[in-house]
């Protein structure tokens, strides 16, 4: 970061958001690398992905101390739908999952994403979670696990995406057994309503404990999932393959 900390000029930052913040979107993670990116451009620097993922990281952990993962910024630096792999020296491993464009449409197609109505500070809800890490190893290996069965029914075109679905339950599932801070009554209420209006799966994005949630249903199914839960903002999404750009370069030698 030393060309951000040769910066001796005025700069002035304005940040916009679409959505709310602390809702589980990585709407920080997303401030950090976008800004890192920016100053590094502003000095005539186009930096990595893996860099500005990396420095991102250290930003929030070791300098700011929050309670955070670093899944966040790795997904804002590299954008896309990837597997990321964490090392135990700290290190990790970004690799793109590679889907047809209709198996791609096909998952799209079959997620709602909702706004629970509440936002919280995940900082103190994975404080939780990393304090419980040592007594859930057995559920953790599980849900690892899962990955791979996962990534085996998405990319393959013959594959029941539904079972896609209903592996979302089995995580969801786990990972809200894992402290009592990651879902709450409100939150299993809107779960359990899409359950029985068909949805197969879901889970709160983030930390928990509020914020937006993605569900999982058939596309048949959905109109009687968006009418029961019509008390909720429902937002339209794509997936998007980018990550952080840089949109307009004019250096002017800061």
Same mark, same amino acid.
Request: hydrophobic residues 40%; negative net charge; charged residues 25%.
């Given at each position: ?89 700290? +290190?990790?491993? $970004? ?5 047809? #464009?209709? %198996?791609?449409?096909? *998952?799209?197609?079959? !997620? ?71 879902? +709450?009554?409100? $939150? ?5 309503? #899409?359950? %029985?209006?068909?949805? *197969?799966?879901?889970? !709160? ?50």
């Amino acid at each position: 970061m030393e060309a951000i900390k040769k910066i001796n000029k005025g700069v002035e930052i304005h940040h916009d958001g679409d959505l709310p913040a602390r809702t589980g979107l990585g709407s920080s993670s997303s401030f950090t690398v976008g800004l890192l990116h920016a100053v590094y451009a502003l000095k005539g620097s186009m930096q990595t992905k893996m860099r500005l993922a990396t420095e991102a990281i250290h930003i929030e952990q070791d300098i700011i101390k929050e309670n955070v993962g670093s899944q966040d910024q790795i997904a804002a630096a590299f954008g896309g739908f990837n597997v990321t792999r964490f090392n135990p020296d700290n +290190t990790f491993q $970004v690799s793109p999952v590679i889907l047809s #464009a209709d %198996r791609l449409n096909c *998952l799209q197609n079959h !997620l709602i994403f909702c706004f629970t109505g509440f936002s919280r500070i995940a900082s103190e809800i994975a404080k939780e979670q990393i304090e419980s890490t040592n007594k859930k190893k057995a559920e953790l290996s599980v849900m690892q696990q899962m990955v791979d069965e996962a990534l085996a029914i998405l990319t393959s075109d013959n594959a029941d995406i539904t079972e896609f679905g209903k592996l979302l339950n089995e995580s969801w599932q786990l990972k809200r057994s894992l402290t009592s801070k990651i879902s +709450t009554p409100h $939150v299993d209420e809107i779960y359990e309503e #899409a359950r %029985r209006e068909g949805a *197969l799966g879901g889970k !709160l994005l983030g930390a928990g404990g509020g914020g937006f949630m993605v569900i999982f249903a058939k596309p048949e199914d959905q109109p009687r999932i968006r009418e029961r839960l019509k008390r909720l903002l429902m937002v339209p999404f794509e997936f998007e393959t980018s990550g952080s750009q840089i949109i307009v370069y004019q250096p002017n030698g800061l």
